[in-house]
């Protein structure tokens, strides 16, 4: 696997003399659920350095309906609290690690997750203050969304923050994204990992600098810290309208995009690599997924699954096939339909839409 992944980032080829795409393309199908039903996770791992793996989950291999469908692992969207449950329990399993979720809030604020982590859920630890039933009810009907005191499940931890730092091999901390950019980092030889939550509020609070400065504070050194930017909505797709472009600029100079829609928008991958520049890790330090999730999308570019999701959805074009033909940057949560968007969601006048996880974990 470290071999492949090293192969992918640099466009090479794998210990075989295979391109990646050929490995990816030789792997057997894929189903949705096993024999009775299981959620069965498709995911997408990339090694970040030997022992250290990223994993991104995609909208393929869950139980979710409608318009949380299939693997749909946010808490707070309205959807079935039994399916979430069951996606992430799948998750886990797959990992074999047990999995820290947090109460996302688009802050600058890091979690040192080893002074809180509790096996709380099945699949590990929940301070996301995911939704019970009737709060999802109320999600689902536009309703507000109050404290269900009357609940077996209303004495739920909540830990609110935007980033998780932990030393612990048997956890995999991950940030909920559907268009905000999740960011990996990891010392590899302090075995220190962090996973970042990184949205236009969230950067522009800083939350990358205060994720690296909880690193250095549990061990790690920035000389020695790697990281890898994930799926998000790219400057050409994330239009916000000229006030909030022009500030966002005047903080990341060189951040605004005119949109494939034609209007005002912002680059949160550039300003994100500005702030781990700014946080002392360097370009050699900071490395490529995108060359993993080409090969992905390429291997799924014909997958039954995805091509019903395609089917139901109507978010762009419906057919898997044009979809596919459209995508500029594989990254991008709007253009790749592996990955959950708000936004694409909004353009569809959906109401509600899933969450994927971008996680990190040592072994």
Excluded at 7 to 33: C, F, H, M
């Amino acid at each position: 696997m470290e071999q492949e992944d090293k192969a992918a980032r640099e466009g090479g080829k794998d210990a075989d003399g295979k391109t990646y795409d050929d490995a990816i393309l030789d792997s057997s199908a894929i189903e949705p659920t096993d024999d009775e039903g299981n959620p069965i996770p498709v995911t997408i791992p990339v090694v970040l350095s030997p022992g250290i793996t990223v994993i991104y989950t995609t909208r393929l291999g869950g139980v979710s309906a409608e318009e949380w469908a299939h693997f749909n692992l946010g808490g707070k969207s309205g959807d079935d609290p039994v399916a979430v449950e069951r996606n992430r329990e799948a998750l886990a399993d797959e990992l074999h690690v047990k999995l820290s979720l947090i109460d996302q809030v688009h802050s600058g604020k890091s979690v040192d997750i080893d002074e809180v982590y509790t096996e709380n859920k099945p699949f590990g630890f929940d301070a996301s203050g995911s939704h019970t039933e009737a709060q999802a009810k109320a999600k689902r009907a536009g309703e507000p969304v109050v404290d269900d005191v009357e609940s077996e499940n209303a004495e739920v931890q909540v830990i609110e923050g935007d980033a998780q730092v932990t030393c612990r091999k048997d956890i995999a901390i991950g940030v909920f994204a559907a268009d905000c950019l999740p960011v990996l980092f990891a010392d590899p030889q302090a075995g220190v990992v962090a996973a970042a939550h990184c949205g236009r509020k969230g950067l522009q609070r800083n939350v990358i600098a205060a994720t690296v400065d909880m690193m250095v504070k549990k061990g790690a050194s920035k000389e020695n810290i790697v990281a890898t930017l994930g799926p998000a909505i790219c400057g050409d797709c994330y239009e916000v309208g000229d006030q909030i472009a022009d500030e966002f600029d005047a903080q990341f100079p060189g951040t605004f995009t005119l949109t494939r829609f034609g209007g005002p928008g912002i680059d949160l991958n550039k300003a994100a690599l500005m702030e781990l520049h700014q946080a002392g890790i360097k370009d050699d330090r900071i490395f490529s997924s995108q060359p993993r999730v080409n090969a992905a999308t390429q291997y799924l570019s014909q997958d039954a699954e995805l091509e019903e999701l395609c089917r139901e959805d109507n978010e762009g074009d419906p057919a898997l096939e044009e979809r596919i033909k459209g995508i500029r940057y594989s990254m991008c949560t709007l253009e790749n339909p592996l990955w959950f968007s708000h936004r694409r969601a909004e353009l569809a006048h959906k109401r509600h839409e899933g969450r994927m996880l971008a996680l990190i974990v040592r072994s």
